[in-house]
């Protein structure tokens, strides 16, 4: 049972570059979640879903957008990567938003050179 | 605007010792509260999820407890193995409608062989 799988681990960019990062659960859950963790900050979310073709902005959404196109992924885009955005994202999904615990992915840990 | 604080930053015991870690948030609003584990480079792991209606939950040699009114929980360690060493994340779901959850910046415990 896989769980939350996030794709890339690791990777590398330039200022103005732009990439796409996958998160994929196989628990037919319903909610799913991007957050960002930085050192001293803790983990903030940047959007959320509530579904297959929703999306919300949570705390931290600028210089982000996300994509629901189907139940089991959440893409997370940057489109003009900034240094500001070095950080590890993590995806986390749930069944309940209220009655049942978040389950993440490993993270991706994202540099903007 | 929700603040979760976590006490202390850091521990450092010998194994065998019981411990309590401390999380406090500003807001009692809450739906539920979650303790995690975070592993060097890895993702976040689900320890316990205690409900707003709930004073305590209970997992192997670990025990949360939650006073809502107060802002208060705690999760005890009882008989700490090296195995333990990690940070713990509290975090809160807010209720009013925003999904994710808010996190406290951890308390990293060493448990010393």
């Known amino acids: 049972n896989a769980g939350v799988t996030q794709t890339p681990k690791f990777r590398v960019l330039k200022t103005g570059q732009s990439m796409t990062l996958l998160c994929a659960q196989d628990?037919?859950?319903?909610?799913m979640y991007w957050y960002r963790q930085d050192p001293g900050m803790g983990l903030r979310l940047i959007h959320y879903s509530v579904g297959e073709g929703t999306t919300a902005k949570g705390e931290v959404p600028d210089g982000y957008n996300v994509s629901r196109l189907k139940k089991q992924n959440f893409l997370l885009g940057l489109e003009s990567a900034a240094p500001s955005q070095t950080s590890v994202y993590f995806c986390a999904s749930s069944y309940s938003a209220v009655y049942q615990p978040q389950h993440f992915g490993d993270g991706t840990r994202l540099s903007i050179l | 605007k929700q603040e979760v604080t976590q006490i202390p930053a850091a521990l450092s015991v010998p194994e065998g010792e019981n411990l309590v870690l401390n999380c406090s948030f500003t807001d009692s609003a809450i739906y539920n509260l979650q303790w995690f584990r975070q592993d060097p480079g890895k993702g976040l792991t689900s320890l316990l999820l205690?409900?707003?209606?709930?004073r305590e939950q209970t997992s192997g040699r670990l025990n949360a407890s939650l006073d809502k009114s107060s802002g208060r929980s705690t999760l005890y360690i009882a008989a700490s193995q090296p195995g333990d060493s990690a940070t713990y994340l509290c975090a809160v779901r807010q209720g009013g409608g925003a999904d994710g959850l808010t996190f406290g910046k951890g308390t990293h415990l060493i448990i010393q062989p």
């Open positions: 205690i409900q707003s209606s709930q």
């Open positions: 628990m037919n859950h319903e909610y």
